[in-house]
Nanobody, 122 residues
């Protein structure tokens, strides 16, 4: 079993930046994509960004393209999400996820983190 632990959330003002980190408890066996989802109060969980096992490809939700950047360091079993130009509508609990995939596609994650709160004030 792999555990995912997120960190880096917090309270910031609109326009600020945050970097989220997610560390896996051990190396994945096989090719695993990793990514981020978020859930705002009263809304369903939504996809934010994902990255392939080799870091060769990435995918982003339209709402964060050009503002967020996902990256990973397989030597550290870690995936990052750099969030720039944050908006109040980015306020949510951000969840790290991982699932087997040859691409950046993360349609059925089988590992989830506990989440980290990001709050953006206007």
């Amino acid at each position: 079993q792999v555990q995912l632990v997120e960190s880096g959330g917090g309270l910031v003002q609109a326009g600020a930046s945050l970097r989220l980190s997610c560390v896996a408890s051990r190396r994945f066996f096989g090719k695993y994509a990793m990514g981020w989802f978020r859930q705002a109060p009263g809304k369903e969980r939504e996809f934010v960004a994902s990255i392939s096992w080799s870091a060769g490809s990435t995918e982003y939700a339209d709402s964060v393209k050009g503002r967020f950047t996902i990256s990973r360091d397989n030597a550290k079993n870690t995936v990052y999400l750099l969030m720039n130009s944050l908006k109040p509508e980015d306020t949510a609990v951000y969840y790290c996820a991982a699932g087997p995939s040859l691409t950046a596609g993360l349609t059925s994650p089988n590992y989830w983190g506990q989440g980290t709160q990001v709050t953006v004030s206007s």
